[in-house]
């Protein structure tokens, strides 16, 4: 069955299959100027966190979710002890250990974030999705390579941590049928147009389709 995937900027995507609704990383970046509210996101049943970097994590948006709503949150060891210290209850996803989040399957992949100039480096947890979607959160790890040629993979395009070409190397190696972008969320629009109109010629050129979300509330059918 098909996946609704919407993005409300930078790396914050709702999914939603057969009444199960997923939102993923709702982070400080999509709030920043109003141009994401949580009222945007409508009903929730998951929370799900790839790690404790707050463009990934805000908090307190995620505390004011919980409360308004009877939904659960998912992350790993850094997330739930983040979160914990706030009371909100995490569930603790273990690497390799499948969660069936209602109508959407998720397989935790334990990852090293992408190299970076912090003394502290949190871990990061990817996902597998339905078997066919890959998010790698804000990691290239070799250990992703084995899930090649899946129909979607969500990747970061644009990072202090990344150039273009490294992006591109990356995600031709696994040769997924279609890239959602990510991880574009503090760049002005002019910028993000540049670069998703480069990544569009250079992956139509590789079979591979790129799905340009720039708008919040833009959305997908994987």
Not at 16 to 31: H, I, M, N, Y
Request: glycine share 6%.
């Amino acid at each position: 069955m098909a996946i609704h995937l919407s993005k409300f900027v930078h790396s914050c995507l709702l999914l939603e299959k057969a009444g199960t609704r997923v939102l993923f990383d709702p982070g400080k970046f999509s709030f920043n100027e109003d141009r994401v509210r949580l009222a945007d996101f409508g009903r929730l049943d998951w929370i799900v966190i790839t790690h404790t970097h707050p463009d990934h994590l805000d908090v307190d948006a995620v505390g004011q979710l919980v409360a308004s709503q009877n939904l659960r949150v998912l992350g790993n060891v850094e997330v739930a002890a983040t979160l914990g210290s706030k009371g909100i209850k995490v569930q603790v996803a273990t690497d390799g250990q499948p969660v069936d989040a209602g109508e959407i399957s998720l397989l935790p992949i334990a990852v090293p974030h992408q190299p970076i100039l912090e003394e502290q480096i949190p871990q990061v947890t990817a996902f597998l999705i339905d078997d066919r979607i890959l998010h790698v959160a804000d990691s290239f790890d070799e250990r992703l390579h084995q899930w090649k040629g899946l129909d979607a993979l969500i990747v970061p395009i644009m990072a202090p941590f990344l150039t273009e070409t490294e992006v591109y190397e990356f995600v031709r190696m696994l040769s997924p049928k279609s890239v959602v972008p990510v991880h574009d969320g503090y760049a002005r629009d002019f910028f993000v147009d540049t670069r998703h109109a480069t990544f569009d010629q250079w992956f139509r050129k590789a079979g591979i389709v790129f799905h340009s979300l720039k708008n919040p509330g833009d959305t997908v059918t994987l």
